[in-house]
Antibody, heavy 121, light 109 residues
Framework: QLQLQESGPGLVKASETLSLTCTVS??????????WGWIRQPPGKGLEWIGS???????YHNVSLKSRVSISGDTSKNLVSLKLSSVTAADTAVYYC??????????????WGKGTTVSVS | DIQMTQSPSSLSASVGDRVTITCRAS??????LAWYQQKPGKAPKLLLY???RLESGVPSRFSGSGSGTDYTLTISSLQPEDFATYYC???????????FGQGTKLEIK
């Protein structure tokens, strides 16, 4: 059974870089037609897509986050990483990773991790 | 960017009620729409994708419909476990991006 586990520091200082890891078990991040992405949810608010990486390693991200986002994959460790630079209090949120499956070229998020809370001080 | 507008933002209903939540896109999205359910402190759960396809294991009381810019999620007979927040989400191919609606909180009347 596929499982995703987010991990990383729960507290990050303003202006520094937030770094999170999503470890995937029960499946490979290199499996064709799957993407892997990050979504966040500020306290009491809705969901915001951050960015994703394809099975072949190409990445794409929310343009509203401009150039602050970096997503990478490590096939040897079967994990996906997120780096968000120059954080502010507005980046305080629960961060989720999720698998995206493809249906006729469209992608949907079918498996989610439990999320990890990150606070910016 | 495509904007997704959900309505209502909150809704009170009783067990057994039929409930409909609407999501409107700022431009046509060709059924590239999913619905998620989120309970407090939990990750979202995929309910439907491609506007009307039911995810495996999701009860058949959930259904989706729509086309173009307007989509609906219907729960035919509310159960106690259905009280949660629901989000729509669209996928746009070029450039690839995802946008969520602002959510609809479904509460017990």
């Amino acid at each position: 059974q596929l499982q995703l586990q987010e991990s990383g520091p729960g507290l990050v200082k303003a202006s520094e870089t937030l770094s999170l890891t999503c470890t995937v078990s029960g499946g490979s991040i290199s499996t064709s037609n799957y993407h892997w992405g990050w979504i966040r949810q500020p306290p009491g608010k809705g969901l915001e897509w951050i960015g994703s990486i394809s099975y072949s390693g190409s990445t794409y991200h929310n343009v509203s986050l401009k150039s602050r986002v970096s997503i990478s994959g490590d096939t040897s460790k079967n994990l996906v990483s997120l780096k968000l630079s120059s954080v502010t209090a507005a980046d305080t949120a629960v961060y989720y990773c999720a698998r995206h499956f493809s249906l006729m070229g469209d992608y949907y998020m079918d498996v989610w991790g439990k999320g990890t809370t990150v606070s910016v001080s | 960017d495509i904007q997704m507008t959900q309505s209502p933002s909150s809704l009170s209903a009783s067990v057994g009620d039929r409930v409909t939540i609407t999501c409107r896109a700022s431009q046509g999205i060709s059924n590239s729409l999913a619905w998620y359910q989120q309970k407090p402190g939990k990750a979202p759960k995929l309910l439907l994708y491609a506007a009307s396809r039911l995810e495996s294991g999701v009860p058949s009381r959930f259904s989706g419909s729509g086309s173009g810019t307007d989509y609906t999620l219907t729960i035919s007979s509310l159960q106690p476990e259905d009280f949660a927040t629901y989000y729509c989400q669209q996928y746009y191919r070029t450039p690839p991006m995802y946008t969520f609606g602002q959510g609809t909180k479904l509460e017990i009347k």
